[in-house]
């Protein structure tokens, strides 16, 4: 966990309240409460920008699909490169899921 993150229990609330969330119709109540429309939908922007740079997609291809400005590619692109890899274990497990 990111070192600014890690002692703030307020963040590790919202991670646990994410981590009790049992299915996508909780996850929707939930994200939905919380999250105003524009706060989602940045986020869900920002994880199919994400899967687009994972899958070697150009700049280009990724603005005209998802809207988002080069900056926010270029963002993502280096939590991409250089974060946690946070997204390539998510993208595993959806890979893993549509498998089974």
């Known amino acids: 966990m990111n070192n600014k993150l890690a002692n703030d229990s307020n963040i590790k609330f919202l991670y646990k309240a994410i981590l009790s969330l049992e299915s996508?119709?909780?996850?929707?109540?939930?994200?939905?409460?919380?999250?105003?429309?524009?706060?989602?939908?940045?986020l869900?922007?920002?994880?199919?920008v994400a899967k687009m740079l994972s899958e070697k997609s150009?700049?280009?291809?990724?603005?005209?699909?998802?809207?988002?400005?080069?900056?926010?590619?270029?963002?993502v692109n280096r939590?991409?490169?250089?974060g946690c890899d946070g997204y390539d274990v998510i993208f595993e497990r959806i890979k893993e899921a549509e498998n089974e």
């Open 58 to 75: 150009v700049y280009t291809d990724i603005v005209n699909e998802t809207g988002a400005s080069t900056a926010t590619i270029s963002r």
């Open 24 to 42: 996508e119709e909780e996850c929707s109540n939930f994200f939905e409460d919380l999250c105003t429309v524009q706060e989602l939908k940045t």
């Open 44 to 48: 869900a922007q920002r994880l199919v």
């Open 79 to 82: 939590s991409l490169q250089y």
